[in-house]
């Protein structure tokens, strides 16, 4: 699955992992009207994977959060620290 989220506004949109953010802020030329923002590809849980899903305690990874702020992108937008 995946999801496209329109931003006529062109706000900054938030990524959030546990406690910790980052924001991605548009750049785009003055006569684009809108902005797109394109999510990842994600797959959705079975019910088997909701029942699992109530067991599981994750935990903060740093390396994971350092993997997101420098690989998950979105066209005509960048990273704001």
Same mark, same amino acid.
């Given at each position: 699955?995946?999801?496209?989220?329109?931003?006529?506004?062109?706000?900054?949109? #938030? *990524? !959030? @992992?546990?406690?910790? &953010?980052?924001?991605?802020?548009?750049?785009?030329?003055?006569?684009? &009207?809108?902005?797109? !923002?394109?999510?990842?590809?994600?797959?959705?849980? &079975?019910? *088997?994977?909701? #029942? !699992?899903?109530?067991?599981?305690?994750?935990? @903060?990874?740093?390396?994971?959060?350092?993997?997101?702020?420098?690989? @998950?992108? !979105?066209?005509? @937008?960048?990273?704001?620290?």
């Amino acid at each position: 699955m995946t999801r496209q989220m329109d931003n006529p506004e062109k706000k900054n949109f #938030q *990524v !959030i @992992y546990f406690d910790k &953010s980052f924001l991605f802020k548009p750049e785009t030329p003055e006569n684009e &009207s809108t902005l797109k !923002i394109a999510m990842p590809g994600f797959f959705g849980l &079975s019910p *088997v994977g909701r #029942q !699992i899903l109530k067991h599981l305690n994750p935990k @903060y990874n740093e390396n994971y959060f350092v993997w997101l702020k420098e690989n @998950y992108k !979105i066209p005509n @937008y960048k990273v704001l620290e």
